[in-house]
């Protein structure tokens, strides 16, 4: 399920907008894909940081895509899992054996709202507890995405090619 810090949480900034520097996702060993979307009066603005190959042995604070957010924007969490080598089900947890979900913003200037915890959901409607706020009951926005474009395979002769030019084996 995602994770929404809603507009009533960023409505509560002391400035119009944050710029942020650089993201980080962290999840635990089943953690497949992560992915921030900012969303902006109910309109995609783009995902903030995609991250497809998601690895737990190398998790890293990486540039946004989406520089600036704004008073009002929210802001959904995604994370997705890869179980189907398991045979057990795999706890939430704080362990590495269990799983969990969180990512961090390095951003200026300072917010009183400085976190959000997911504290429940139900179908699309979530509470959310923010720091400096409170708690604010939300729904899930869903707005509509562009479509992709199609550039071609990562696993291709031409992105190995690529690669190569770089250095990378």
């Known amino acids: 399920k995602e994770a929404v810090v809603p507009s009533d949480c960023t409505n509560s900034w002391n400035v119009d907008e944050i710029n942020v520097l650089g993201v980080v996702y962290h999840a635990h060993l089943v953690g497949k894909s992560l992915n921030i979307d900012v969303v902006r009066a109910n309109e995609y ?21 989406v520089k600036k957010v704004r008073r009002g924007d929210d802001l959904i969490l995604r994370c997705a899992y890869d179980t189907s080598g ?14 969990m979900c969180w990512s961090a913003f390095l951003y200026y200037p300072a917010q009183r709202m400085t976190q959000a915890i997911i504290q429940g959901s139900a179908g699309d409607r979530r509470a959310t507890f923010c720091a400096g706020y409170g708690v604010s ?21 031409e992105a190995y090619q690529v690669l ?6």
């Open 86 to 99: 398991k045979t057990t089900p795999t706890p939430f947890g704080d362990f590495t054996q269990t799983e």
């Open 45 to 65: 603005v783009g995902a903030m940081r995609l991250e497809h190959l998601y690895d737990f042995n190398h998790q890293s604070l990486e540039p946004p895509s």
């Open 137 to 157: 009951s939300s729904y899930v926005p869903r707005p509509a995405q562009p479509a992709c474009e199609w550039k071609g395979f990562l696993h291709s002769t």
């Open 164 to 169: 190569s030019d770089m250095g990378v084996d």
